[in-house]
């Protein structure tokens, strides 16, 4: 980070957002995997350090604050949503008194860090009382207009309610990112008066102060639209989903992974994927999750939270949550590694397997139809296809604790609490209700009894 000294910043995110239709607050929504208000402080950190950096907090402000919090900034609360304007005005105690001050919407999540710093920049190097980034819509309709004066700087923003039909034509849009000269700032926010027709005191007003004090505003225009996006309903929500999305998978691709069919493919901000790796259609990697490379992750699959080492093979429709799988591991297709499971070197996870608080050992395969809970696996184990670990005794769950190379035949049911030592076999269809000592057969089935000529008989009666 190359932090610019005497460099503040107040993030706006106190509304309710009415016109998400929600009952969470507006910025807590998520887009691209994270909440809209990660992405503009995480923009914002490029240039501004955490204790420099204040966000104001209102509605479900406990919650806004809980998630932001380790980051290291500053809030405020902002009791009454009374506009853009009131909520930076109560910043003033705690924010810094010279340098710049850059603003933010916490509604605005495409902005990246380079317009960040471009818009600090220009700031700095210009004699502006403040500069604000703009852009050109063709359906600008909710937007504020930008109002240029004859010299090409701003003269004035007019909101969407107050502007007259000449106005409203007008394409240039304010974003809601602005960087101003802080001593100015707060000799002038306090003089923003209430918008007639709303109430609200509009941060937008700010403009026409500082010009009738002899001060002139800039605007940083930007070619890219999209960078600019307010999230103030739920479709323009999709739309910023989509983009950030697109920008991940973009940069994994020219980071070196292989991404099929990418506008299919949900990628969270937070992933890693390492080199080579081949990601196909319809996949969504989430949260935390970190691959290596030579990956192969297949179409359908869900993977969150989940460290995936080198070589893995992830077939068709898998689910994986909060796992650690280890290099050369072959999962799938139709496996579930439900949660905290660990899934040993070059082990074979078949379809129809659900594994869950499992230590599945090196090497050791199930591939077919198992349930395998609370169970500690070692390496070099065969499990047949229908063995089913009974982990709840409809109060308390139980371990299931296997040792090294040892064969469970088909359908075998494991109750829990129990121990198979190592190097022993379990007969197919057993009921395993005790401890199976080393290198021992534990058969726990009824014996076959065939009945010859029992058929012929029957037949003769009827
Ligand atoms: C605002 C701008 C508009 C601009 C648009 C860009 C004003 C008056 N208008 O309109 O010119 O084109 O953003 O997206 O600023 N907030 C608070 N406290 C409040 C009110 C709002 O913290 O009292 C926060 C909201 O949580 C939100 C941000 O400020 O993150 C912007 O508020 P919003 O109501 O979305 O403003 P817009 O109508 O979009
Ligand atoms: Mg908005």
Redesign the pocket.
């Known amino acids: 980070m190359q932090t610019i000294s005497k460099l503040n910043s107040i993030v706006?995110?106190?509304?309710?957002?009415t016109r998400m239709k929600s009952k969470k607050?507006?910025?807590l929504h998520e887009a691209g995997g994270q909440a809209l208000?990660e992405h503009v402080l995480d923009a914002a950190a490029i240039v501004v350090s955490p204790e420099n950096m204040i966000v104001?907090v209102?509605?479900q402000a406990d919650k806004v604050q809980k998630l932001l919090a380790p980051r290291g900034c500053q809030f405020v609360t902002?009791i009454e949503?009374?506009?853009?304007?009131?909520?930076v005005e109560i910043c003033r105690s705690l924010a810094g008194q010279d340098g710049l001050t850059l603003i933010l919407?916490?509604?605005?999540p495409l902005l990246t860090p380079a317009t960040i710093s471009r818009l600090v920049e220009t700031q700095r190097n210009g004699s502006f009382a403040a500069t604000l980034i703009t852009t050109m819509l063709e359906r600008p309709t909710?937007?504020?207009r930008i109002i240029r004066a004859e010299d090409g700087s701003v003269a004035a923003?007019v909101?969407?309610k107050a502007a007259s039909p000449d106005q409203k034509k007008i394409g240039e849009?304010?974003?809601?990112i602005y960087c101003v000269d802080s001593a100015l700032l707060w000799k002038h926010v306090g003089e923003i008066t209430p918008n007639p027709a709303s109430g609200?005191?509009?941060?937008?007003d700010l403009v026409e102060i500082l010009r009738g004090a002899g001060h002139r505003v800039a605007a940083l225009l930007l070619d890219d639209p999209n960078e600019?996006l307010?999230i103030?309903q739920r479709l323009e929500l999709a739309e910023a989903d989509r983009i950030l999305r697109a920008r991940k998978t973009r940069q994994l691709m020219l980071d070196g992974v292989t991404i099929f069919q990418p506008e299919t493919v949900a990628i969270d901000a937070g992933v890693e994927i390492g080199q080579d790796t081949v990601i196909a259609a319809f996949t969504q990697i989430l949260g935390k999750t970190r691959i290596g490379a030579d990956c192969t992750i297949g179409a359908g699959s869900v993977i969150r939270d989940s460290v995936i080492a080198d070589s893995v093979r992830v077939g068709e429709y898998c689910f994986v949550g909060t796992s650690v799988v280890e290099s050369g591991v072959q999962i799938g297709p139709f496996s579930r590694l439900r949660q905290d499971n660990h899934v040993e070197a070059g082990a074979h996870v078949g379809n129809f397997v659900e594994l869950k608080k499992t230590r599945f050992g090196a090497g050791s395969k199930a591939m077919h139809l198992a349930y395998l809970g609370d169970s500690n696996i070692g390496a070099g184990v065969n499990i047949g296809a229908g063995t089913i670990t009974c982990n709840y005794d409809g109060v308390n769950k139980h371990m299931t604790e296997i040792g090294e190379n040892v064969f469970v035949g088909s359908n075998s049911t494991l109750v829990a609490p129990l121990r198979i030592d190592a190097d022993s076999y379990v007969a197919a269809g057993s009921v395993i209700t005790h401890a199976v000592p080393s290198d021992a057969l534990a058969v726990g089935r009824s014996r076959q009894m065939n009945k010859p000529g029992w058929v012929s008989k029957k037949r003769k009666k009827v």
């Open positions: 706006l995110a106190a509304g309710l957002g607050a507006k910025v208000v104001v209102g509605h902002q949503q009374r506009g853009t304007g009131h909520a919407y916490g509604d605005c909710g937007y504020g923003i909101e969407e849009i304010n974003s809601g609200e005191i509009y941060l937008t600019i307010g103030n």
